[in-house]
């Protein structure tokens, strides 16, 4: 919930010079008002939509539908992103009918999972991925699943400044790459993208990315300035 119709623009349009670097893709997440003046900005860059609605259309006041996110250009959406699970209070079933309405929307969607702090000092780091994972994909075909990209997002990594080792990380990945593997097969868990968000920035980003089982980025704070997001999406083609 950041910025005016003015500077959303301006910033996407930054986002758009700075982030063309070939065999990265990249997709930024404007707040709902923003998306047709950002999307008309973007260049080669994907216009994605921070939330949607499970239902196609009809009596519900506030919430914006699919086909809406569609007509405005959206080929992204997040869902289950951790200020909707823990602020908004957003269950496991209710994100994963959100996730069938953009799959079967022929969409992308990026699913985020990630344990608080307490949940972390409790050891329940890869019992909470693995729950929030199978919740949220149930239902989800092999076909489906070359559209879905996994955010691993520590909560307690979110704007606080604090970041999960380049090895703590890579262990809740490479469990998470472990998870799909059972879920689905060797050959989709392997190919399935699985980005870590969490204070991810210029200086930490190419030793995160350099990890085996982490494939990009879920980017917050260091979003909203074009160079620092620039050099971001330059350290995951460095590596």
Request: glycine share 10%; hydrophobic share 45%; with cysteine.
């Amino acid at each position: 919930m950041n910025t005016t119709h003015d500077s959303a623009v301006d910033l996407a349009a930054q986002v758009g010079e700075k982030t063309s670097i070939p065999g990265v893709r990249v997709a930024v997440f404007p707040p709902f008002p923003y998306l047709i003046g950002v999307g008309a900005e973007l260049g080669e860059v994907l216009l994605g939509a921070q939330d949607v609605y499970h239902q196609s259309n009809g009596a519900y006041t506030g919430e914006v539908s699919i086909e809406m996110l569609k007509d405005c250009g959206v080929s992204v959406v997040l869902a289950g992103h951790s200020e909707r699970r823990h602020v908004i209070g957003e269950s496991d079933e209710l994100i994963n009918k959100k996730v069938a309405v953009v799959l079967n929307a022929d969409l992308m969607c990026v699913l985020c999972i990630g344990e608080t702090l307490e949940q972390r000092h409790a050891g329940m780091t890869n019992l909470i991925n693995e729950q929030q994972l199978r919740a949220g994909l149930a239902g989800v075909t092999d076909e489906q699943m070359a559209r879905v990209v996994i955010a691993y997002e520590p909560v307690w990594a979110i704007g606080t400044g604090k970041t999960a080792t380049p090895a703590d990380a890579q262990e809740a990945h490479n469990y998470i790459r472990g998870v799909l593997k059972a879920m689905f097969n060797a050959e989709i868990a392997q190919a399935t993208v699985i980005q870590y968000g969490g204070s991810v920035k210029p200086v930490n980003a190419v030793e995160l990315f350099g990890q085996p089982d982490i494939d990009g980025g879920l980017i917050g704070g260091a979003s909203l300035n074009a160079d620092d997001f620039g050099q971001i999406v330059a350290a995951a083609a460095q590596v």
